[in-house]
């Protein structure tokens, strides 16, 4: 193993962290590690807050492998950046899904039950990926606190309908071709060749877009 060069190990030290970061990682290549997005606009702007999206099923078996990823990833977070789950909603058992993680998001639930709504489907099979009816989600959720009426009345609501409508207009503006899929700042579409990558090229992406904020 080459040993690293002290005048550039000290030369690192007395960079920004953003810039440190930059300088002891590889290069970013557009087609490769992410794509721009053609008509960029972020999920839920809000000032001042760099936005990373995943967009995300239940019934996906590599979302559920990647949810104990980037659980941990999320916890670290620095306090600029907020992560946002968007649902993907195309249609049919997508759909189902996306109003259930609304349905529970609308009664203050979603980030308790989220996890635990992967295990149910594809580790403890407590619930069927197909054909899930509103009573079996009433009942998942009923252990959260919440009464299977009030959840039911939440799932079949006005508010569910549009946030439906919004993230669906959302994966579709952004390219999203499959799940999971990160996307930072509504610029960025995150790719790589595995979930690591993929968090690798979050963070380079995030570190950017936090550079460019302080350039304004």
Partial sequence: MKRFPRLMFLLLCLLPPDAAAAASTPALLEGRDYELIANPAPF???????????????TCGHCAHFETVLRPWVAKLPADVRFTPVPAAFGGTWDAFARAYYAADQLGVSRRSHGAMFEALH?????????????????????????????????????????????????IRSGVQGTPTLIVNGKYLVKGRNFEDVLRITDALVARERSAGKQR
Avoid: H
């Fill in 44 to 58: 839920a702007p809000l000032a001042g807050k760099i936005e990373v999206t995943e967009v995300f099923g239940y």
């Fill in 123 to 171: 580790d403890k099979r407590s619930l069927p990926m197909q054909n899930v009816s509103p009573q079996e989600l009433a009942t998942f959720y009923s252990s959260y606190g919440v009464t299977p009426q009030r959840y039911i009345e939440a799932l079949r609501s006005d508010k569910v309908d549009q946030q439906i409508k919004t993230a669906r207009e959302f994966a």
